[in-house]
């Protein structure tokens, strides 16, 4: 099983390297999968400093804000603009979009998709202004096999991202015992070469 107390972490490298609002913002994949306690949630975080936020899941979340939006949509299959947000976050969704069965989502929000991990960077890419700021967290080299996670490593995260048309500014690997946490954070390039 997974164990999550990375997020804080995550969550305040990411918040370090926010531009400052007022700024739209989507975090895709905003809902919380293990109902930990003690944790705000990141979206709303952002709500309160006077971020303009939009969030994105395929599952129902429960909290409301002046300032935020919510779409129950699927990133595969979404109706969000194009060239909208400044910037996008996403912590720990990647590696389960398109997995079918996931922890804590109900199963008639549950979706299969082949290729969702391609479609998740098309979409990062569609949705942000030119020179955009995207941060995306992502499980890498989990030591158990998962059915509802998929198998990145290293390179694969980092080549795709560049593949998909956003120049790499920070990235780093944090090691827990029963994986790897990737945290990358990429500015969109001019056009998706993808
Ligand atoms: C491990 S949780 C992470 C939640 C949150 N980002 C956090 O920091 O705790 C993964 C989240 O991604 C959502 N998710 C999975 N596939 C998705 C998809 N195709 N589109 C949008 N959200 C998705 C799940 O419903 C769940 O809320």
Not at 30 to 35: A, F, H, M
Not at 77 to 106: A, C, I, R
Request: proline share 5%; with cysteine.
């Amino acid at each position: 099983m997974f164990e999550s107390s990375q997020r804080p972490r995550e969550y305040l490298w990411a918040y370090s390297k926010l531009p400052k609002p007022p700024l739209k913002v989507l975090d895709i994949g905003c809902g919380r999968s293990n109902g930990e306690s003690g944790i705000e949630d990141f979206a709303k975080f952002l709500c309160e400093q006077g971020y303009d936020v939009t969030g994105i899941d395929i599952k129902p979340i429960s909290w409301r804000h002046e300032n935020f939006t919510f779409r129950h949509e699927s990133i595969t299959n979404n109706s969000l603009p194009s060239e909208t947000f400044d910037v996008v976050v996403s912590f720990q969704v990647w590696h389960h979009v398109g997995m079918g069965y996931q922890l804590g989502v109900p199963k008639e929000c549950q979706e299969r998709c082949a290729n969702g991990h391609i479609i998740f960077l098309n979409e990062v890419h569609r949705v942000l202004k030119t020179n955009g700021v995207a941060i995306i967290t992502t499980v890498i080299e989990p030591s158990l096999r998962r059915d509802d996670t998929r198998q990145f490593t290293r390179e694969t995260a980092h080549n795709l991202v560049v593949q998909k048309g956003f120049e790499v500014l920070h990235e780093e690997a944090i090691t827990t015992p029963n994986y790897t946490l990737f945290l990358l954070h990429l500015r969109k390039k001019e056009s998706n070469h993808g």
